[in-house]
């Protein structure tokens, strides 16, 4: 049975977040995706092309006063990759090397920055 729900909690860089409870998030694991290309022949190939893991759809909870936005604007300013550690309502945790992507916007009504991360190799289950 598939245990669903909120996100407990993001660590990125060592620093912890607590994520909002209505946030949907999706998670993709990276590895390889597939396409298969037609023969003249009726035959296929099979083209293999690596991809990176991806986190979307991240609600987190940001302090002005604890410079939440700044923490995290300084980790999208640096030249590489930092670790992250994501726990689930199952229980299930997932750690990488990721690199905040897309527009980071921090939302004054509720307190909270939408995040995107991107990283290297798979994301793996701990």
């Known amino acids: 049975m598939g245990v669903g ?3 407990e909690s993001v ?6 977040f607590a994520v909002a409870a209505d946030a949907e998030s999706n998670r ?3 590895g390889s995706e597939n396409e298969v290309q037609a ?5 296929a190939r099979l083209i293999k092309t690596i991809t990176p893991f991806k986190l979307d759809g991240l609600t987190l909870d940001v302090d002005d006063l604890n ?3 700044e923490f995290l604007q300084e980790l999208a300013d640096r ?3 930092f670790s992250i550690n994501i726990t689930y309502a199952s229980g299930s945790i997932y750690q990488g090397s990721a690199q905040i992507t897309d527009e980071l916007q921090y939302s004054n009504s509720n307190a909270t ?3 995107t991360l991107e990283g ?5 289950k701990q």
Do not use: E, M, P, W
């Not at 660590?11 to 912890?16: D, I, K, N």
């Not at 290297?120 to 793996?124: E, G, Q, W």
């Open 120 to 124: 290297t190799a798979t994301l793996t």
């Open 28 to 30: 993709k694991l990276g």
């Open 5 to 7: 729900g909120s996100i």
């Open 11 to 16: 660590s990125l860089s060592g620093r912890y």
């Open 39 to 43: 023969n003249g022949d009726r035959s």
């Open 67 to 69: 410079g939440d936005q």
């Open 113 to 115: 920055a939408s995040v």
């Open 79 to 81: 030249n590489d990759f």
